[in-house]
């Protein structure tokens, strides 16, 4: 049976599940602080997992805690069409950040539900571990290793500012699975997020059609030096690793300013440093960095310059420099068919369009590696994101909700 070509989610169903979250891991007013393996990520993730079995669908968990839900198909021998995001969030975070893609899955699997549809091929939902990165790094990391692209011992390994790792936190909230961390055949892969971005509000757009995302590039660097009195200690034998830190950093956000005209974006995102109390000099400093652009060869050019910076502030402390973690993602890496699906079904609805690049990182980079993929981006009020004071409405999300029904449903039953 087809699905009629009036059928639409339920978009005050899908709202009740998106203020049901709302309520889990608050911080700031109006805002979440729901930082991945924490108490209220189990809670949430608890009250997920009660959603998707109320639905009739079959959970598992995978090692690195990656939460998979199954619709079965007509075919069940048939590769899944997989729709996801995150529900972990930023410290200052949203209520939509990765959640809208979600629960927008989940309310796709409930229209169908309440349609009497099944799809030839089965569907899967899934909510990746870790995917701000917030409170272990780097982001992405459940995704990432489901990718292949970390292994499972290195991520389980990543650590806290307490010294918690993602292991021991995993199983600590019970969400330490045994399934395998690593990728079945997918038929394709989707995933709806706000845009984090200003372009659709400023522009009135309904949907985003995301062709690919900036190139970027991110690293963590750990100086060492000497502790030393900061009273008599001579300049000139003085190896202050907490000033490399900062002397990175700053070269890194002048760097962004360098290439900010043709939009290019460069973040000092972190520095912490031991003892940093006064009187006493800092002998161990960790800065966190990163850089993007959408033309992937001046990407590059910042990426080999905030390397260099690196080792340039470290020279000029007297210090040490080792690059402790790197990642990088983005490009076009998103399966020409797929975006062409998603562009034609906003179409085919009525839908305002733009082709847009993604500037944040998303699990749909890494998936992208093993399995067609595509997202789909909504507007959210004049781009702020990664804050308390981050905002869609019903009108913002449900056009981009209904092109993901029917997009999925689409590559479900061919």
């Known amino acids: 049976m087809s699905l009629p ?35 209220a990520d189990k809670q949430m993730r608890d009250v997920f997992v009660g959603w998707c079995k109320e639905a009739g669908l079959a959970v598992r968990v995978d090692a690195i805690g990656n939460i998979f839900a199954r619709r079965s198909g007509l075919d069940d021998s048939l590769p899944p069409v997989v729709m996801g995001s995150h529900l972990d969030t ?13 629960l927008g899955g989940l309310e796709v699997i409930r229209t169908l539900d309440a349609l009497g549809h099944r799809t030839r091929r089965p569907l899967e939902l899934v909510n990746w571990t870790n995917e701000e990165g917030g409170r ?34 995993l199983e600590r909230i019970g969400y330490a699975g045994e399934a395998q961390a690593a990728p079945p ?16 509000d400023r522009e009135g757009v309904q949907v985003g059609v995301v062709t690919g995302g900036y190139a970027s590039t991110g690293m963590i660097v750990e100086f060492r030096g000497e502790t030393a009195h900061t009273g008599p200690w001579p300049m000139e034998k003085r190896r202050n690793a907490l000033a490399a830190g900062a002397r990175l950093l700053t070269a890194v956000d002048d760097l962004g300013w360098q290439f900010a005209g043709s939009g290019g974006k460069a973040t000092a995102a972190r520095l912490v440093a031991w003892p940093n109390k006064a009187g006493i000099i800092s002998d161990w400093a960790q800065a966190t960095c990163d850089v993007r652009h959408a033309d992937p060869e001046a990407a590059a050019v910042m990426a080999e310059r905030m390397l260099r910076a690196a080792h340039e502030a470290a020279a000029r402390a007297n210090c040490s420099a080792e690059i402790l973690d790197a990642w990088r993602w983005g490009g076009k890496v998103f399966d020409e068919a797929m975006v062409g699906l998603v562009r034609e079904t906003a179409a085919g609805l009525g839908y305002s369009t733009r082709d847009i690049l993604s500037q944040a990182g998303h699990d749909a980079y890494f998936l992208a590696r093993h399995t067609p993929s595509a997202m789909i981006f909504a507007p959210c009020k004049g781009g702020i994101t990664h804050n308390n004071n981050e905002l869609c409405t019903r009108e913002d999300l449900e056009p981009g909700l209904n092109v993901l029904l029917r997009a999925v449903l689409t590559r479900a039953d061919r």
């Open 5 to 39: 070509t009036s059928a639409r989610i339920d978009i005050e169903r899908f709202w009740t599940t998106i203020e049901r979250s709302a309520e889990i891991g608050t911080g700031r007013p109006g805002g979440l602080s729901r930082l991945a393996l924490s108490d």
């Open 185 to 200: 055949p997918l038929d394709a892969y989707f995933e709806f997020h706000i845009e984090q971005g200003p372009i659709l």
């Open 90 to 102: 930023q410290f200052n975070g949203g209520r939509f950040d990765g959640i809208a893609g979600v």
């Open 136 to 169: 272990f790094s780097p982001p992405m990391v459940g995704s990432g290793c489901f990718a292949g692209v970390y292994t499972l011992d290195w991520a389980r390994s990543r650590s806290d500012d307490d010294g918690k790792s993602m292991g021991e936190e």
